[in-house]
């Protein structure tokens, strides 16, 4: 009989651990609170409680309380996949903005934005400059009379184009380029970052610069937002100093300024209400989890959270190699370390303590993504044999180490092997340009440029061979 899984949340996260479970032949249920999807999930279905089971030390097994329509229900399932996610509760630090209450005006969190109209004509503030923030400062300013965006600290911000109009993501996070980063010490790596992301515009001048550029911090994704600062269409600010009934106090600006709508783009905040403390506590924006999944401290490994993490990178790829980790683990293929390693190894990471190399992922839940995945990968004998396919395969080799970190690596070897993925990754390219090529234009060859392709193949070879004599 095939083991019952609970998943908690439909989301990407909660997608890719059915997926996985179905692949190994287990029987996943999902719950989900909303009425987005529908199929093998039990929608506008609340996960009221998670509790072991009293035999819980010999099974594993988890008690599930349900609420659907105002019935509740209670089922036994073996084991839990909990993928909620970390933006769960919208962070609203009012008592952070003297006055608020007194604002006559109209004021919510960005996650009630639907539709940009309600700006018309309005003179709108967004607080928080992450990537919702300067989406709805951009949208606001082509239809508000007057935008103001408010930050603390800044930020870098670069365009979805990035070098030579290749996808940023596809330049930024290859093997290479990370292996490269890791090498070097950080305030140097801080000093390159800055270099690039400058490149574009040069943030200094525009009131954009991050003020602490010690610690990593998400970069900003927007292709419209230097155009609509300098042509005035959006102001930056710094922070707030006080909120009168219709206007704002920017700190360090004395003169106030009218505002019709203030929208807090302020982030959110992450708890496990169906959860007892003692499986899984949130203590500073982080849990106890060892490797972000299970909590070290159960003797049984039969829960486990999926997504709760921040990679510089894309979190789908990441919630499903975790998935596929933890069910082999609860398959009983793949076995944990003991209690004390795990325990040893989450409590050296809630100190944050950075390397000293690399980029600083210091802040809670952040990790590098590549480096994580690997791990990951290597549990599952899935991670691809670098130095083997050099001399094997040497253009998959070099198309791995040079080329975009995509999740067709994932799927060269082990189990969840895809015939496909070598042919995938060698035509990566030609997908990602297939959507711009919509005229056929003749390029002229240059013998130069031919010779400099010799040269520089014949270069990262020798780098290759330096690198792993």
């Known amino acids: 009989m095939a083991k019952r899984v609970a998943i908690v949340g439909a989301g990407v996260s909660g997608l890719a651990s059915i997926k996985c479970c179905l ?67 919208p962070y609203l630090p ?3 903005f003297p006055g608020i209450n007194t604002f006559k005006g109209q ?23 992450g990537n919702s923030g300067t989406d709805i400062a951009v949208e606001a300013s082509h239809l508000a009379e ?45 000093w390159l ?47 707030i100093k006080e909120v009168k009934e219709n206007s704002v106090i920017f700190n360090n600006t004395p003169k106030e300024e009218p505002i019709d709508i203030i929208v807090f783009a302020t982030g959110y905040t992450f708890a496990f209400p169906f959860l007892d403390e003692s499986v899984v506590k949130v203590e500073n924006g982080q849990a106890s989890l060892y490797k972000y999944i299970f909590p070290a401290h159960l003797p049984k490994p039969t829960l486990a959270v999926i997504g709760l993490i921040k990679p510089l990178g894309s979190i789908i790829p990441t919630g499903e190699t975790q998935a596929r980790w933890v069910v082999r683990v609860l398959k009983g293929i793949n076995k944990l370390p003991p209690q004390s390693v795990m325990i040893e190894e989450v409590n050296a990471r809630k100190e944050n303590k950075p390397s000293g190399f690399g980029l600083c992922y210091c802040k809670a839940l952040q ?6 995945i690997d791990e990951l990968l290597t549990y599952i004998n899935a991670k691809p044999n670098l130095f083997s396919m050099l ?50 234009v003749q390029e002229s060859p240059s013998p130069f440029a031919s010779l400099l392709k010799l040269l520089s193949l014949l270069a990262l070879l020798m780098a290759i061979f330096l690198i792993f004599l």
């Not at 004021?107 to 400059?129: A, C």
């Not at 990790?367 to 994580?372: E, L, Q, V």
């Not at 094997?392 to 180490?401: E, Q, S």
Request: charged share 20%.
């Open 23 to 89: 692949e190994e032949g287990l029987e996943p249920t999902c719950f989900e609170r909303s009425d987005d999807l529908g199929g093998l999930w039990r929608f506008t279905t609340k996960v009221c409680s998670v509790t072991k089971c009293p035999d819980f030390t010999v099974t594993g097994q988890w008690e599930v309380v349900t609420q659907h329509e105002g019935k509740q229900e209670s089922a036994i399932f073996d084991a839990v996949m909990v993928c909620t996610g970390f933006l769960t509760d």
């Open 193 to 239: 970052l800055a270099r690039k992301m400058n490149s574009w515009f040069h943030h200094a001048n525009y009131g954009l610069v991050p003020e602490d550029r010690t610690q990593l911090r998400e970069p900003v994704l927007n292709d419209e937002l230097p155009g609509r600062i300098i042509t005035g269409k959006v102001l930056i600010k710094p922070s």
């Open 367 to 372: 990790a590098d993504y590549i480096t994580y």
């Open 146 to 190: 007057k935008v103001f965006l408010s930050t603390t600290g800044g930020a870098w911000v670069i365009s979805r184009v990035f070098d030579s109009g290749y996808p940023w993501d596809m330049v930024f996070t290859t093997r290479f380029q990370n292996m490269f980063r890791n090498s070097l010490p950080t305030p140097i790596v801080n």
């Open 107 to 129: 004021y919510f969190h960005s996650r009630q934005y639907k539709y940009p109209n309600i700006f018309k004509d309005k003179r709108v503030l967004v607080v928080g400059m």
């Open 391 to 440: 001399l094997m395969d040497p253009r998959l080799g070099l198309t791995i180490f040079f080329g975009p970190f995509t999740p067709y690596q994932f799927r060269l070897t082990g189990p969840g092997k895809w015939e496909g993925a070598r042919n995938a990754i060698l035509t990566q390219w030609d997908r990602t340009f297939k959507v711009t090529k919509t005229r056929s």
């Open 94 to 96: 009012l008592d952070s």
